[in-house]
């Protein structure tokens, strides 16, 4: 969904997802400048016109892809995986090399091995582990980021 869009979804709000509180008005927008492939912080906010008026500010990461056919570029602020297709083992390459908390993961979510780790890049070793596709969750920073990858018996 473009920035544009997206305005228009937020511009009616009050229609499409709070029938009930139809006294909701939309103060400021996503900027249509965010047009961008990538992950962007915006913010838009709201008010009722109660008796006794509420404000709040929402803050949305919004992510502009270049569409349902396509995959975006690498994005500096997330990890990389390899090799993908993996065999006896899988590469986690950190940006920044800061301290980042890296979880592997079955596909339904439950947790295989749980590593704390301060460099830019991590290996786990995958032999124990029957093939299939799993993921690798990162936390850095307050930021969380999963992605796939699939485990073959030994290339």
Same mark, same amino acid.
């Given at each position: 969904?473009?920035?544009?869009? +997206?305005?228009?979804? @937020?511009?009616?709000?009050?229609?499409?997802?709070?029938?009930?509180?139809?006294?909701? #008005?939309?103060?400021? @927008?996503?900027?249509? +400048?965010? +047009? !961008? *492939?990538?992950?962007? %912080?915006?913010?838009? +906010?709201?008010?009722?016109?109660?008796?006794?008026?509420?404000?709040?500010?929402?803050?949305?990461?919004?992510?502009?892809?270049?569409?349902?056919?396509?995959?975006? =570029?690498? !994005?500096?602020?997330?990890?990389?995986?390899?090799?993908?297709?993996?065999? #006896? &083992?899988?590469?986690?390459? @950190?940006?920044?090399?800061?301290?980042?908390?890296?979880? %592997?993961? #079955?596909? !339904?979510?439950? @947790? *295989?091995?749980?590593?704390?780790?301060?460099?830019?890049?991590?290996?786990?070793? /995958?032999? !124990? %582990?029957?093939? =299939?596709?799993? /993921?690798?969750?990162?936390?850095? =920073? =307050?930021?969380?980021?999963?992605?796939?990858?699939? &485990?073959?018996?030994?290339?």
């Amino acid at each position: 969904m473009s920035a544009t869009a +997206q305005c228009a979804t @937020l511009s009616s709000f009050q229609q499409l997802n709070n029938p009930v509180a139809d006294n909701i #008005e939309v103060l400021a @927008l996503i900027d249509p +400048q965010v +047009q !961008d *492939i990538g992950i962007h %912080l915006v913010s838009y +906010q709201a008010q009722n016109d109660d008796p006794v008026p509420l404000e709040s500010t929402y803050k949305l990461h919004v992510r502009v892809v270049a569409g349902a056919t396509g995959v975006s =570029g690498p !994005d500096s602020r997330t990890f990389s995986l390899s090799p993908n297709p993996a065999g #006896e &083992h899988v590469d986690v390459v @950190l940006p920044g090399g800061g301290p980042a908390q890296v979880d %592997l993961l #079955e596909l !339904d979510g439950r @947790l *295989i091995r749980s590593v704390r780790h301060t460099g830019d890049r991590l290996r786990f070793d /995958l032999n !124990d %582990l029957a093939t =299939g596709t799993y /993921l690798v969750r990162v936390a850095i =920073g =307050g930021g969380t980021s999963v992605q796939r990858f699939v &485990h073959t018996s030994r290339l």
